[in-house]
């Protein structure tokens, strides 16, 4: 394969044509933003970039520029973190929870969000069975996920009078622009409408991603 930039032969003096593209394939410095885009307008794919401001080396691609991330260190794996740019946390609770009228966890995970991260946005995903033995016609059991102490998506599930009625649920939940870092809690919450319905909720598995934004 033939070189990106030509070879300079012995004796040749180095030509204008051939610095300009080596000083474009090395790391351009500006003060922010939008100082590069007034000096640099026209970037090329692979064209890499320090900003001053807030320290960071971007890189120009087909969707225009993106930051680069730190390198990916050891203590991260170990805590959960899938690239520079990602940490997930899953759990299971296959015994049966007793469901009263108030809200309350039934499952939780944590999300270590490393300190770099500027904001980051995250995604939960809980399944689970319900059951109720001698429930009330119109007993409702209520399901939401909660990220990071703010209550998100919920599914009402509505409970015959049948003894021992069951039902499979899911429910999602989303939630964006968060910025605090460290240890945050990601939970699948459940309540029964009715007391002493003796609702439970078992076989649960819940999963949580978070994806930095900035």
């Known amino acids: ?6 070879d ?7 030509a204008s ?6 000083r474009d394939r090395t790391v351009q410095r500006y003060a ?6 007034t000096e640099h307008p026209s970037p090329a794919q692979g064209d890499l970039s320090f900003l001053a401001d807030d320290q960071t080396v971007w890189v120009f691609s087909a969707s ?10 050891a203590a991260d794996v170990a805590g959960g973190v899938a690239s520079g740019f990602e940490v997930d946390n ?29 904001s980051w946005k995250c995604f939960a995903y809980a399944s689970y069975v319900i059951q109720a033995g001698a429930a009330g016609s119109g007993d409702i059991t209520e399901t939401r996920i909660r990220i990071d102490g703010t209550d998100q998506q919920l599914k009402v599930h509505s409970v015959t009078a049948d003894e021992n009625f069951t039902d499979d649920g899911s429910v999602g939940g989303r939630r ?20 002493g319905a ?7 598995f819940l999963y949580a991603r978070a994806v930095r934004t900035s």
Do not use: F, K
């Open 8 to 14: 300079v032969q012995s004796g040749e003096s180095i």
């Open 90 to 118: 899953s759990t299971e609770v296959n015994g049966p929870t007793n469901l009263g009228t108030s809200l309350v966890d039934v499952a939780s995970v944590t999300l270590s969000i490393p300190a770099g991260w500027g």
């Open 32 to 37: 922010d933003a939008a100082e590069r885009t």
């Open 198 to 204: 003796t609702e439970t909720i078992r076989d649960i």
């Open 176 to 195: 964006t622009g968060m910025t605090t870092t460290g240890n945050r809690s990601v939970s699948l919450r459940a309540r029964s409408q009715t007391a």
């Open 64 to 73: 225009g520029w993106v930051n680069i991330a730190r390198p990916v260190q």
């Open 1 to 6: 394969m033939a070189p990106e930039i030509a």
């Open 17 to 22: 044509e051939w610095g300009d593209s080596l």
